[in-house]
């Protein structure tokens, strides 16, 4: 069974950065893209980026390319997200989702001082 | 970036209403279109992908048509355990985007 399992909730101050994790089981992330998703509060679903685990290729929204940087460790099977110069408009849920078929059940940020 | 937009923004149905959601892209997503459920506090869910083809475990209530830009999601029988907001997402370009989101209640 295929379980993705992300890091807990992260309180950050403006101008820090965060680093999330996102541990698969069930599948080698060499086989597949990884990518990162979030929701502000009451808003809708944007899509952050995405990397090939197997070469560590990289693919940003335009909007997230100074924002998010995404790697991941194959020998761990865990994809990470780096957010930095964090402003309160970045307080969100972020998600890891396998291929787009499988999530994360999220991680909030909370960007307050 | 290609824009994504889902009508209506809300919709109410009965249950056992046949329902249909509405996704349109600014330009030809060669059928790279996949829907999402999402229920309050829960991550998204995959429910079809590639237009058309239903991902496994989802009940065969859920239904997906369309080409060029214009795509929908046909719920045949709505069921209370469908209240939730749906999302179409393109995987076409280089870069990827969700619709706005189409949340579904009772009436």
């Known amino acids: 069974e295929v379980q993705l399992q992300q890091s807990g909730a992260e309180l950050g101050k403006p101008g820090t950065s965060v680093k999330l994790s996102c541990k698969v089981s069930?599948?080698?992330?060499?086989?597949?893209?990884m990518h990162w998703v979030n929701q502000r509060p009451g808003k809708g679903l944007e899509w952050i980026g995405r990397?090939?685990?197997?070469?560590?290729?990289?693919i940003y929204a335009e909007k997230f390319k100074s924002k998010a940087t995404l790697t991941a460790d194959t020998s761990s099977n865990t994809a990470y997200m780096q957010l930095s110069q964090l402003k309160s408009d970045d307080t969100a849920i972020y998600f890891c989702?396998?291929?787009?078929?499988?999530w994360g059940q999220g991680t909030l940020v909370t960007v307050s001082s | 970036d290609i824009q994504m937009t889902q009508s209506p923004s809300v919709l109410s149905a009965s249950v056992g209403d046949r329902v249909t959601l509405n996704c349109k892209a600014s330009q030809n997503i060669n059928k790279y279109l996949n829907w999402y459920q999402q229920k309050l506090g829960e991550a998204p869910k995959l429910l079809i992908y590639n237009t058309n083809n239903l991902q496994t475990g989802i009940p065969s209530r859920f239904s997906g048509s369309g080409s060029g830009t214009d795509y929908t999601l046909t719920i045949s029988s709505l069921q209370p355990e469908d209240v939730a907001t749906y999302f179409c997402f393109q995987h076409n370009s280089w870069t990827w985007t969700f619709g706005g989101g189409t949340k579904l209640e009772l009436k």
């Open positions: 069930g599948y080698n992330i060499r086989n597949t893209y």
């Open positions: 989702a396998m291929g787009m078929a499988y």
């Open positions: 990397i090939d685990p197997a070469n560590g290729n990289t």
